[in-house]
């Protein structure tokens, strides 16, 4: 999401000076809710991922206890779960749908690196 301020026009009276700073200072309150709720948003987000990443990690943390404890011989077979991606996610801007110069230069050396 794009965000617009209107800035005061120099000028006016000040009646209405004080009209559009109330009005800019209500468009700031707006912008800062929406920046803080975006925030939010992806902070739960990664949240839910760090959460089910500690219970994969807990849960394979008892299968290697189970085995530790265990005296007899055992093979165990195993598929590749996690192939190697050929293909890296493509990074979410914040906002705007402009990105960085440190942002392009970064996905620029990672596309080397493949």
């Not at 000076?17 to 987000?45: F, H, N």
């Not at 394979?60 to 195993?78: C, G, H, N, P, Y």
């Not at 960085?100 to 050396?109: F, G, K, Q, S």
Request: hydrophobic letters at 40%.
């Amino acid at each position: 999401d794009k965000f617009t301020l209107n800035l005061i026009t120099p000028g006016l009276s000040p009646a209405q000076t004080r009209a559009q700073a109330v009005e800019l200072l209500r468009d700031l309150d707006a912008l800062a809710d929406g920046v803080a709720r975006g925030i939010a948003q992806r902070a739960s987000a990664h949240t839910a991922r760090l959460h089910a990443l500690q219970h994969r990690i807990e849960n394979l943390d008892d299968k290697v206890k189970q085995l530790s404890a265990s005296k007899s011989a055992r093979t165990m077979l195993s598929s590749a779960k996690y192939p190697k991606v050929d293909e890296f996610e493509n990074y979410e801007l914040l906002y705007g749908d402009v990105p960085t110069t440190r942002l392009v230069e970064h996905l620029a050396a990672v596309k080397d690196l493949d």
